[in-house]
């Protein structure tokens, strides 16, 4: 190899050493003092310098709260205290029937529906809605320890929605629900309900009485009058359960909601408590409702429309020799020609008017067996006033 070469290579290999140098020197150097160093020496830092790297530059400007009782507002620790009092009196109640299988003839219970319901009194008797065990065979009670019971029907009042089923618990089981008074609820105030909607059980909602003195239909076509609105959610499963004041006490049983889609859309109602205290009594003693009145048998507000006759209630019938026919009223008739007599049309109560069979009921809620009123009827176009004596009716 000539002396020429051999400078040649020498000088190349020079570079190529210098030019690996120079990398090296690239990938171990960094600006400052931020070198890579061996984990050896990164463990010695001291431990305020790790945390600074690793927390977000906007936590020391957002401090975090754990949450607490004692960082609630007082509204907020009142319900949170007032649910976990009453729902132990807050009970799921599911209804099923009876059938017999079409092909092997063996009894077996359908199920039929789920509702809501609450203790009223040490005995085990349960409030509810009459929609919720209607046409039901079987009724189950379940607390919310998930200890259930089977119930028993005692009285059921159509015209009110309102039913009472009696369980056999023990006495420390069952908490009643204090009742309070609906009749000086005011429009704002707060009303929380608790129920099963859609079958969650122990579910807490929460609003204000949207409007007092509503009036809805109930199974039987009565009108409930009186009845609580409010916006607190009230969905199907949520029926028969308590609606409640800020304090805890019973103000009305839920019993309806105002949906197109049959889903909770602002508008629930509940019977006022009111109404409750003297209906479930009568349901408890009786099985039914025990009112005043007076024994006759009236035309539908149907069949009085079609005659065009005008508002009040028409007298068909009566017993022979009762208080109806002592006090003077007269009953629609046939002539011995077959013409058609319109009896008396009842038109008002101590001056308050009738114009329809729910009207009639609806004021003798307010008398007791034995009082006396003033019917004011119309006979033959003629308007007459007859005093009678009011009867319980079976």
Same mark, same amino acid.
């Given at each position: ?23 090296? =020197? ?18 010695? !830092? ?9 927390? #977000? ?5 957002? #401090? ?73 065979? /079987? ?48 429009? +704002?105030? $707060? ?15 929460? +609003?204000?009485?949207?409007? &007092? ?26 029926? +028969? =359960? ?5 304090? +805890? ?41 025990? !009112? ?16 065009? &006759? ?10 022979? !020799? ?8 007269? #009953? ?8 058609? /007599? ?18 009639? $009921? ?7 067996? =034995? ?15 007859? #005093? ?7």
């Amino acid at each position: 190899m000539s002396a020429s070469k051999r400078s040649a290579i020498v000088v190349l290999a020079v570079m190529n050493l210098g030019l690996m140098f120079m990398v090296a =020197g690239l990938l171990f150097w960094r600006p400052n003092a931020e070198r890579m160093v061996p984990a050896a020496v990164e463990t010695q !830092r001291p431990a305020v310098a790790s945390k600074v790297v690793e927390e #977000p530059e906007a936590a020391p400007d957002i #401090p975090v709260h754990v949450p607490s009782a004692g960082n609630l507002a007082d509204s907020e620790t009142r319900t949170i205290e007032l649910f976990r009092v009453t729902s132990p009196s807050v009970v799921h109640i599911t209804t099923s029937k009876v059938a017999r299988d079409y092909f092997s003839m063996n009894v077996q219970e359908i199920p039929q529906g789920s509702g809501t319901g609450f203790v009223w009194d040490k005995a085990g008797h349960i409030v509810t809605n009459n929609h919720v065990i209607q046409n039901a065979d /079987v009724a189950m009670v379940a607390f919310d320890d998930q200890t259930s019971f089977p119930a028993k029907l005692v009285g059921v009042a159509p015209d009110k929605d309102l039913a009472v089923l009696l369980i056999d618990a023990p006495p420390e089981r069952l908490r009643p629900i204090p009742r309070g008074v609906s009749a000086d609820l005011e429009v +704002g105030r $707060t009303a929380l309900a608790i129920g099963n909607p859609f079958g969650l059980d122990q579910t807490l909602t929460t +609003g204000v009485i949207s409007a &007092l003195g509503r009036e809805i239909k109930s199974d039987s076509g009565v009108p409930i009058k009186d009845v609580i609105q409010t916006d607190a959610a009230i969905n199907p499963g949520n029926s +028969g =359960g308590p609606l409640l004041d800020r304090s +805890g006490q019973l103000i009305g049983v839920n019993t309806a909601i105002y949906s197109p889609s049959g889903a909770y859309a602002g508008i629930g109602f509940a019977i006022p408590v009111d109404t409750v205290r003297w209906v479930v009594p009568e349901l408890i003693e009786h099985g039914r409702i025990i !009112r005043p009145g007076i024994a006759i048998t009236v035309a539908s507000d149907s069949m009085s429309k079609r005659f065009k &006759l005008p508002p009040g209630v028409l007298i068909l019938d009566m017993p022979e !020799r009762g208080n109806a026919e002592r006090a003077g009223l007269r #009953p629609t008739r046939r002539t011995r020609f077959g013409d058609i /007599v319109l009896g008396d049309i009842i038109v008002a109560v101590d001056d308050m008017a009738v114009a329809s069979t729910s009207d009639l $009921t609806l004021i003798f809620e307010n008398y007791e067996s =034995g009082d006396v009123v003033d019917l004011t009827v119309i006979r033959q176009g003629t308007e007459l006033v007859l #005093p009678v004596e009011l009867e319980t009716l079976d």
